[in-house]
């Protein structure tokens, strides 16, 4: 049923007023003071308030910009005894008055009035929500895309890192096969097509995060078939940042990637706590089970550096504790969509 707001101090006036409304399924709570109105609109949803002007504990004026910071879409209309043009002009364009009835009133009439009214006001507040609506998306969509151009200034540098990376990583696979045969080609060629998809996707689930980490890591048993992962755990949850969460999958693989390289048995485990509700740790543990050559420790230092270097400058904070054959990488990410 819709509601309205009578101010009236006839109680005579507003009984029978009340009477003839309800008839119409239109609920008329009564009111006999300014202050009265106020406190009902602050409290419930008014779709419109009809009012006597002669308002007994405050001026109109006032009472009209008090209500109008309260509920700027209701409606209001107004009853008069006497018609005044100067008045009729001021309520209608200084007050934004919508209908003004002058005596003697006509219930029936103000009814069928008020109808239209109340109509227009529906109209007005489904206008306001999808507004509202409107207004939210273009907010999100520019935090999203200056989200996406902070991201790409951070990642301005790490790309040239990252070339260089790669072209490390295929030159030691045609070494280590003087003819790399076409099915090792074609998995080179799509390691680097998935880390690319990584940072350039357009969309993202992240309730499948942790089944994608996975299965880059699964993916990588081509070049190490020892890799073995028993804790995958990631903090996120909807609402994140599609590129931030982005930039944690890619450090993960990257660093797998590294390890898988120059070690055929080595275990990766992933957890994470956020730090603030803009920021969480991801802690990546690496535990090597084989040992490598003299020769190739040289080289997985350099590739070590090229992919801390990368890290770098995609997170806030990356430290590293060495413990015997254990690795714990500590990186510090942004995840919120407004974070900056």
């Known amino acids: 049923m819709n509601k309205i707001v009578y101010l009236q101090t006839n109680e005579k006036i507003a009984a029978s007023f009340q009477e003839e409304f309800l008839k119409q399924e239109i609920e008329m709570l009564i009111v006999k003071s300014g202050e009265e ?3 009902i609109i602050s409290k419930e949803k008014v779709l419109l308030l009809l009012l006597d002007i002669n308002i007994p ?5 006032k009472l009209v910009d ?4 309260i509920s700027p879409q209701i409606i209001i209309n107004v009853c008069v005894d006497v018609v005044d043009p100067l008045m009729i002009t001021k309520l209608s364009n200084r007050h934004r008055v919508h209908k ?5 009133w006509d219930v029936n009439e103000i009814i069928e009035e008020v109808k239209e009214s109340i109509e227009i006001a529906i109209i007005n507040e489904q206008i306001n929500i999808r507004e509202e609506q409107i207004s939210s998306e273009t907010n999100e969509l520019k935090n999203t895309v200056e989200s996406l151009k902070n991201t790409l200034k951070k990642q301005q540098s790490s790309y040239s890192k990252f070339i260089k990376l790669t072209d490390c990583f295929v030159k030691a696979l045609a070494e280590r096969d003087e003819e790399p045969d076409k099915e090792k080609l074609e ?4 390691i680097y097509v998935t880390i690319l998809k990584m940072q350039t996707t357009g969309s993202f689930d992240i309730d499948k995060f942790e089944d994608n980490i996975r299965k880059d890591i699964e993916e990588l048993k081509a070049l190490a078939d020892g890799i073995s992962t028993s804790v995958i755990e990631s903090c996120l949850f909807a609402g994140q940042s599609r590129v931030y969460a982005q930039n944690i999958r890619f450090t993960i693989y990257m660093i797998a990637r590294l390890y898988a390289q120059f070690y055929s ?3 990766i485990n992933v957890s994470s706590h956020f ?3 803009k920021e969480a740790e991801f802690v990546i543990e690496i535990e090597t089970l084989g040992s490598i050559s003299s020769k190739d420790g040289d080289t997985f230092k350099e590739y070590y550096e090229y992919v801390n270097g990368i890290i770098k400058e995609l997170s806030s904070d990356v430290r590293t504790r060495n413990e015997g054959k254990i690795t714990t990488f500590y990186c510090n990410f942004l995840v919120a969509k407004d974070a900056r």
Request: net charge positive; aromatic share 14%; proline share 4%.
């Open 265 to 267: 048995d080595f275990s």
């Open 66 to 69: 008090r209500i109008r910071a």
């Open 187 to 190: 998995f080179i060629k799509d």
């Open 100 to 104: 003004i009835y002058v005596a003697p």
């Open 275 to 277: 730090i603030t509700t």
């Open 57 to 61: 504990d405050m001026r109109f004026r």
């Open 37 to 39: 109105a106020l406190e």
